[in-house]
């Protein structure tokens, strides 16, 4: 099995520019997570779903949309970058809620 | 306001130095406390949970600890594969959902 599948692995924005960051997980997992880390810093959670077409408020969602059409997928958009969510962002899956597999992260520059 | 602190930030040990990483937490109605290992590049990897103050788990070189303020992870004679950021994280109801809250980690060297 794969697992959580991230893509991309890396990318440079402009400031302003939009872009989404795809995550897609084989696991048949009902809840789905988006996670920033900054340097030095803990995970802080963007949004998470507990089930397709269900979608609701992290810590930190401003800047950022997301949706889950499917079980598997759940992109997360950011509109009009800016250099404060330059970071590394982490997707995670659980079928419980408490065993969470994430993927490798991506590792967003924004300029 | 929930807060998770882990210390010491950094940790550098001699290969079969054993010591322990802490994490406390201020958080009401926890459900359980996760412990997890981090690589360079790479996002976290599951190591243990624990519920009720007293319990133990133990994985290999690893045994992590829960009182009703603390956690420990104990790292008994490391190896230099040992190195990596371990990162504590609480769980408590939030919202609609079960939540993870995270600390900032502790960055482990384990030199030969």
């Known amino acids: 099995n794969a697992g959580v599948t991230q893509t991309p692995k890396f990318r440079i924005l402009k400031i302003g520019q939009s872009m989404t960051l795809q995550c897609t997980q084989d696991?048949?997992?009902?809840?789905m997570y988006w996670y920033r880390q900054d340097p030095g810093m803990g995970l802080k959670l963007i949004y998470y779903?507990?089930?397709?077409?269900?979608?609701d408020k992290g810590e930190v969602p401003n800047g950022y949309n997301v949706s889950r059409s499917t079980t598997e997928d759940f992109p997360l958009r950011l509109e009009l970058a800016a250099p404060s969510q330059t970071s590394v962002y982490f997707c995670?899956?659980?079928?419980?809620?408490?065993?969470?597999?994430f993927g490798s992260g991506t590792r967003l520059t924004v300029v | 306001e929930d807060q998770v602190t882990q210390s010491p930030e950094a940790l550098r040990l001699q290969e079969g130095e054993s010591s322990s990483l802490n994490c406390s937490y201020t958080?009401?109605?926890?459900?359980?406390l996760f412990w997890y290992r981090q690589d360079p590049g790479k996002g976290p990897e599951f190591l243990f949970t624990?519920?009720?103050a007293g319990e133990e788990k133990e994985k290999e070189r690893l045994k992590a600890t829960l009182t009703k303020k603390e956690s420990f992870l104990h790292i008994t004679a490391p190896k230099p594969e040992d190195s990596a950021t371990y990162l504590c994280?609480?769980?408590?109801?939030?919202?609609?959902?079960?939540?993870?809250?995270f600390g900032s980690g502790t960055r482990l060297l384990v030199r030969p």
């Open positions: 995670a899956s659980s079928y419980r809620g408490d065993d969470y597999t």
């Open positions: 696991m048949n997992h009902n809840y």
């Open positions: 779903s507990v089930g397709a077409g269900i979608t």
């Open positions: 958080v009401s109605g926890l459900r359980g």
């Open positions: 624990l519920y009720s």
């Open positions: 994280a609480v769980q408590a109801w939030r919202g609609s959902s079960y939540k993870l809250i």
